[in-house]
T-cell receptor, first 115, second 116 residues
Framework: DAGITQSPRHKVTETGTPVTLRCHQT?????MYWYRQDPGHGLRLIHY???????DKGEVSDGYSVSRSKTEDFLLTLESATSSQTSVYFC??????????????FGPGTRLTVT | AQKITQTQPGMFVQEKEAVTLDCTYD???????LFWYKQPSSGEMIFLIY??????QNATEGRYSLNFQKARKSANLVISASQLGDSAMYFC?????????????FGAGTQVVVTP
């Protein structure tokens, strides 16, 4: 199994509070991703990283920021949580083939509830 | 705009039967990758199979095969000899070309229930 962990696994927070989710990998992969999963939408990409300090937005990046200061850690921050950000958040890492990201390995997910 | 379409929200299949899960995609890139993932009720995401846009042969992995029809932009997953453990949500995903290599996009998924 790919070495990828997420913390916390569950969190309940109040509207307006900041929240940071952590993704940690032991595989030394360049590509890391944050997704959210909501019923009827599959997984939607929030942000991704292609190296230390190299990040880019996905399709649902509003209200989220990320940081990657080390290869192994990718942090997702909700600056001011809203109820619409209640979701299950998945981190993923990706191997490369010919320089392109290939198979993704997913973390166990974080269930976030914003009340 | 939705780039990955899975038109079957749910389906039932009998054990030992084959099942085909539909996936169509939209891209103008020549180089792209197509992936299928399985998500059981426990929640983890499991990679099943990959097809590159330049691959001439359909990908196969054990009981999984990908019916790749490039001109139709379809990448259907075929599960042969279904087992009860195949009951899960299945997602089709695409990674587009060089300029947006990191941007994987997923379909909404198809829920498969295998019955005895």
């Amino acid at each position: 199994d790919a070495g990828i962990t997420q913390s916390p696994r569950h969190k309940v927070t109040e509207t307006g509070t900041p929240v940071t989710l952590r993704c940690h990998q032991t595989e030394n992969h360049r590509y890391m991703y944050w997704y959210r999963q909501d019923p009827g939408h599959g997984l939607r990409l929030i942000h991704y990283s292609y190296g230390v300090k190299d990040t880019d937005k996905g399709e649902v990046s509003d209200g989220y920021s990320v940081s990657r200061s080390k290869t192994e850690d990718f942090l997702l921050t909700l600056e001011s949580a809203t109820s619409s950000q209640t979701s299950v958040y998945f981190c993923a890492i990706s191997e490369e083939a010919g320089g392109a990201p290939y198979e993704q390995y997913f973390g166990p997910g974080t269930r976030l509830t914003v009340t | 705009a939705q780039k990955i379409t899975q038109t079957q929200p749910g389906m039932f299949v009998q054990e030992k039967e084959a099942v085909t899960l539909d996936c169509t995609y939209d891209t103008s890139d020549q180089s792209y990758g197509l992936f299928w993932y399985k998500q059981p009720s426990s929640g983890e995401m499991i990679f099943l199979i990959y097809q590159g846009s330049y691959d001439e042969q359909n990908a196969t992995e054990g009981r999984y095969s990908l019916n790749f029809q490039k001109a139709r932009k379809s990448a259907n997953l075929v599960i042969s000899a279904s087992q009860l453990g195949d009951s899960a949500m299945y997602f089709c995903a695409m990674r587009e070309g060089t300029d947006s290599w990191g941007k994987f996009q997923f379909g909404a998924g198809t829920q498969v229930v295998v019955t005895p």
